[in-house]
């Protein structure tokens, strides 16, 4: 019944008729029993190695179809039981049957192979009710659960909460946000999370070569009295999908105000396309932050195209850093001028990456990142400091 190219199996189900938990579970274990068919040796026998249980629900077909490639790779690396609830929206003639899927990439000559498993469940308004019912015995005991949402974010969807209630991880992504205000419920709902039960933002993810740049450029030590002498920062992005503020945007500028024990006080948009935001250093001094949006690609909306900042003091004069992302290109440039001669040119490879491979450093993180909820109350506290919704 497995095979190298990997082979599938539905289950036994009417339209519209409850899902049979248990009646699911055997026929998943039946999926893992050699071929009595001649077909394949029953020497060659398949392993459920199974290191975490993956659960996702996706909206829509589309998304369901990504999602169903991005847990079989991840699934490569890290063994999982992967549940997919995919909602069917108006499509009523749609049948709710599960799919019961299960893939061996491994030689067929080895002796046994580490294989893995997905259960597909389609979703229509009763079922999304249901879906942590369904989902709670089909979880592999004693393993992590992490949770990817992909649907819409609302902190009063009881489907939802309850969902993400069975999860270690809740993974999210602010850049699929319909509006940037939504940072504010990622930081309600994980007030709302268990003990023991955390939540991250794949944007955040995509930020880390941005601060990690930022970042090696302070640690030279003829550049470390720039650090409390910023004063001037502009910030270019790709326009967001509602045009507003990207969210990618302002968790950079607070982490960088969180690193730096800044405290910002003005915020507004001064033209469709531009906004501005003051902050105080630790001394007091103000900072000037400008960000610009500006058309691009489909793929580069809300994403950090480029950022630069200067730092002015008496005893060093000036110094300058620029880190730039061509459009469309998968490099990201630093610049960095001290005085009149003093230069530093860097670049690092960093392409737009796809969600697995977002996701991957969170499955291996071994404790909860400080960093980004310090940030994520930053953010927030920088959203409400803009006031009125329009103005972002």
């Not at 998943?28 to 993956?54: E, F, I, K, Y």
């Not at 999860?167 to 709302?192: P, Y």
């Not at 990618?248 to 033209?271: D, K, N, P």
């Amino acid at each position: 019944m497995l095979s190298g190219a990997g082979d599938q199996h539905n289950g036994e189900f009417n339209p519209g008729e409850s899902i049979h938990l248990e009646s699911l579970e055997q026929q998943v274990a039946q999926l893992w029993h050699p071929d009595a068919s001649g077909d394949r040796p029953l020497t060659s026998l398949a392993t459920r190695a199974t290191v975490l249980n993956l659960v996702s629900f996706v909206p829509d077909s589309e998304t369901a179809q990504r999602t169903i490639s991005s847990a079989g790779r991840i699934s490569q690396i890290h063994p999982s039981r992967v549940i997919i609830f995919s909602g069917i929206g108006d499509q009523d003639s749609v049948e709710l049957k599960p799919d019961l899927y299960a893939t061996c990439e491994a030689d067929s000559e080895l002796s046994s192979a580490p294989c893995i498993e997905q259960i597909r469940v389609p979703v229509d308004l009763p079922r999304y009710q249901q879906m942590a019912t369904i989902a709670r015995p089909l979880l592999v005991a004693d393993l992590p659960t992490i949770v990817w949402w992909q649907g819409s974010l609302d902190p009063d969807d009881t489907a939802f909460l309850n969902l993400i209630r069975l999860a270690n991880l809740t993974v999210l992504d602010s850049l699929k946000f319909e509006s940037i205000q939504h940072l504010a419920d990622l930081q309600r709902i994980r007030e709302l999370l268990p003990p023991g039960s955390t939540i991250t933002d794949l944007n955040w993810q995509r930020l880390q070569p941005w601060r990690e740049l930022t970042a090696q450029f302070f640690d030279i030590r003829s550049m470390h009295w720039a650090l409390q002498n910023i004063r001037d920062i502009e910030i270019d992005a790709g326009i967001a999908e509602d045009k507003a503020l990207p969210g990618q945007v302002l968790m950079y500028i607070s982490w960088l105000s969180h690193c730096l024990g800044w405290r910002s006080f003005e915020a507004r948009r001064t033209r469709n396309d531009r906004w501005y935001i003051g902050v105080y250093d630790r001394r007091g001094g103000g900072v000037r932050i400008i960000v610009r949006t500006r058309p691009t690609g489909e793929e580069w909306r809300g994403q950090l195209l480029a950022v630069s900042m200067s730092a002015e003091e008496s005893s060093y004069g000036s110094c300058s850093l620029s880190l730039s992302r061509t459009r469309g290109s998968s490099i990201i440039r630093m610049h960095a001028r001290s005085g009149l001669n003093s230069t530093l040119h860097h670049a690092v490879y960093h392409p737009l990456l796809p969600d697995e491979a977002l996701l991957m450093p969170v499955f291996e993180a071994t404790e909860e990142d400080h960093m980004f909820y310090a940030t994520l109350d930053r953010t927030v506290e920088l959203v409400s400091l803009f006031g009125k919704p329009e103005a972002l």
